[in-house]
């Protein structure tokens, strides 16, 4: 099924944010066709050379020798910061489908009382960047933080343009979404999705979640770049081709449950809601239920997909339910996620 996708233009959104509480409905509200996905379109000139120049290394950082990549593992913060393959858990297994490195874009060092870093290593850990002279991805931390800084940036500017209506489904009415976002816990996750293996190509019936497991993004608000395709050649760069097969990419479960490909044009952002953001409104305004497939491919091409979320989150004290704090619900996700969180 296709359903149309809300883009709103980013110009607006910086000078007539009060106009776009429509739109913004429209996109994240509870009505049966919503997906909980919007698009900011008309951005910046320099948004595709960054979002270019960062997906390409991803996919060179994935092709590192292995002891190089493993340099940047952090097994203390639970593979939340810099590189992390084969260690989450998805469909009951672990994800060897995907590669991904993960930092904070805003904050290099979080600047947080000691005891609460200390107890929350997955949120308030420091980033962990490759070597500045290292070979293949040099400018891989000034890329990082070109990209995330600006994606967090027109995040900031939508959740002020979601306040109002937002505001009407809040349990808390002293809270305000712009204020819940914190720059210390902000975390981007660069994914290099590996080519599937010449040994189990794809067929007709492959499951929708072939490439990323069904799930939802426990931040307040994701976003999303457009992916690139790249073709893998012995000797060569890679090149960016299109997608291999009409069926790869995004998949979202619109509020009324009908599953639908999702489509991000390359000059433009996505932001979608977390189930922080479920939690705040007491499941008013729900999470968006989304899945990557592979499609069916030609045999023995070799070619990745690369992409970059950010996850823009509340700090761990806030109370986003009867229950929990931001900090005690990222915990339970990361134990259904990591079998390393569950003996913190």
Known sequence: MSTDVVSISYQTLVSSPSSLETSIEEAFGS???ALGLILVKDLPPVYPVYRERLLKLAYKFAHLDE??????????SIYSYGWSHGKEIMNGRPDTLKGSYYANPVVDVPDVNPAVKAAYPPIYGDNV????????IEGFEEAFKNL???VFDVGCQLAGACQPFVSKYLTDV???????ISTQTAKARLLHYFPPSENSPTT????IDSWCGFHKDHSLLTGLCSAIFLREEAGLEPTIVPSPSPTSGLYIRTRGGDLTKVSIPPDCLAFQTGEALELVTAGKLR??????RVGQTQVGAKISRETFALFMQPDTHQRISESDTFGS???KVLEEHYEEARVI
């Not at 002891?67 to 203390?76: A, S, T």
């Not at 007709?204 to 499951?207: G, K, N, T």
């Not at 999470?287 to 990557?292: G, K």
């Open 174 to 180: 002293s809270l305000s979404v712009p204020e819940l």
């Open 67 to 76: 002891d190089v990549r493993e340099r940047y593992v952090d097994p203390g």
């Open 31 to 33: 009505h049966p066709q």
């Open 287 to 292: 999470a968006t239920p989304h899945c990557v």
């Open 129 to 136: 960047w490759p070597d500045k002279n290292q070979s293949g």
């Open 204 to 207: 007709e019936d492959e499951p």
């Open 329 to 331: 619900f990222s915990k």
């Open 148 to 150: 995330g800084g600006f």
